[in-house]
Structures are given as C-alpha cells and as structure tokens.
C-alpha cells in the first residue's frame, strides 16, 4: 500500500509540473507549429526600390540601364544620410564617413563615380558590363546595410 501511494505520488507530481510548463511555455511542438503556420501565410517583405532596379538593369535598353544607376544612387543617398555627417554634396558626405564605419566605402564610391559620368556627361555611353557592375557595387553596400 505505501509503495503504491508513492507511485500514485510521482505520478501526480509529474502531471502538475507538465501543467505549469505548458501553461508558461506552451504545450511541446505548439510553438513551431505557429511559427510554420506564420511563415506559411505570410510572405517575405520585398523591398520595392530594388525590385525597381533590378528590373530596369536586367532590360535591353540603355536608358533603362541608366536610370537604375540613377536610383540605386538615391537609395545610397538615403544610406550616406544615415550617418550625419557634414558636407553640401553626397561626395563630401562620402568623405567624412569613417572606413571603419562603411566597410564598402570604395564600392560606393565607384557606383557614385559612375552616376556622376552618367549625370554629367551628355554623351556618356553605357556599357551593360559597366551597368552591371556599378548595381553590383551598389549591391554590396545596400547588403552590408541590410538594405537588401
């Protein structure tokens, strides 16, 4: 008989820990099964202004090209304007960024030179190669970021 109650002891003190744990953590397995559920219904956020670019880089035409350096440079505008820096211009503002700051510095720098030629010079010529290589640029610092 007292074996028996301490059996039937253990059993109930068992059953009310499993109580209190789900009643704070939730029962096992619930917890992913809602995150599942979430992930299931919700999708991703995309950003828009990327979106936008990548689009236009991947066209056929050179304009199109251009203007997704146009935007990217924009959104790096945003970025540069993160930091607080002093200066009239983004190429100011660009140097008085610390390196230690903005790792992909240079990138940027090459992807603005490249949206300087094309905003300043009339007959600039864009080569695909060179459109591609600036969003890459502009891609590594969106990236580093989060941006993107």
């Not at 670019?53 to 993160?82: C, F, H, Q, R, Y």
């Not at 820096?85 to 008085?96: A, C, F, L, T």
């Not at 009339?122 to 970021?145: C, G, M, P, T, W």
């Amino acid at each position: 008989l007292f074996l028996a109650g301490v059996i039937y002891f253990f059993y109930r003190y068992e059953t009310i820990l499993r109580e209190q744990r789900e009643r704070v953590y939730g029962k096992p397995g619930s917890i992913v099964e809602e995150v599942k559920e979430q992930l299931a219904v919700d999708k991703p956020v995309q950003n828009e202004a990327w979106e936008k670019i990548m689009k236009l880089i991947g066209s056929d035409n050179p304009n199109d090209w251009k203007l997704a350096i146009i935007e990217a440079d924009k959104v790096l505008e945003m970025v540069v304007n993160t930091f607080s820096v002093p200066g009239d211009n983004m190429g100011e503002k660009m140097k008085n960024i610390e390196r230690g700051d903005f790792q992909t510095i240079d990138e940027a720098w090459q992807a603005h030179k490249m949206r300087n030629r094309i905003a300043h010079e009339s007959n600039f010529h864009l080569s695909q190669r060179d459109a591609r290589l600036a969003i890459n640029s502009y891609e590594k610092v969106f990236q580093e970021f989060d941006f993107i």
